[in-house]
């Protein structure tokens, strides 16, 4: 059974920076993709950037050229480096891991992002 737990949420200015990290125990499979989404109050979940095992990333335009994705295989981590946060920024991200082999998706609980203006 793959487990998957996100940390590193919290309150920050906006401007500021922070990082995500999201790890997965079991087996995840060799060939998948790592993403996080999110999901603010009153609005569905979208998806805000993901990696696959590849090496192919794709962004979200509203966070381009701010939000950094990158993993370790190694440690079936994937990670999501905020910076210049908006108050729009807020939300609940997930971490979702898709085995790619049997079309299988893994979520985390989600951890809460704050910005404050």
């Known amino acids: 059974q793959v487990q998957v737990v996100e940390s590193g949420g919290g309150l920050v200015q906006a401007g500021g920076s922070l990082r995500l990290s999201c790890a997965a125990s079991g087996v995840i499979g060799s060939v998948n993709v790592m993403g996080w989404y999110r999901q603010a109050p009153g609005k569905e979940r979208e998806l805000v950037a993901q990696?696959?095992?590849?090496?192919?990333?794709t962004y979200a335009d509203s966070v381009k050229g701010r939000f950094t994705i990158s993993r370790d295989n190694v440690k079936n981590a994937v990670y999501l480096q905020m910076t210049s946060v908006i108050r729009e920024d807020t939300a609940v991200y997930y971490c979702?891991?898709?085995?790619?082999?049997?079309?299988?998706?893994?979520w985390g609980k989600g951890t809460l992002v704050t910005v404050s203006s």
């Open positions: 979702k891991i898709r085995n790619l082999r049997y079309a299988q998706d893994y």
């Open positions: 990696l696959t095992s590849g090496g192919n990333t």
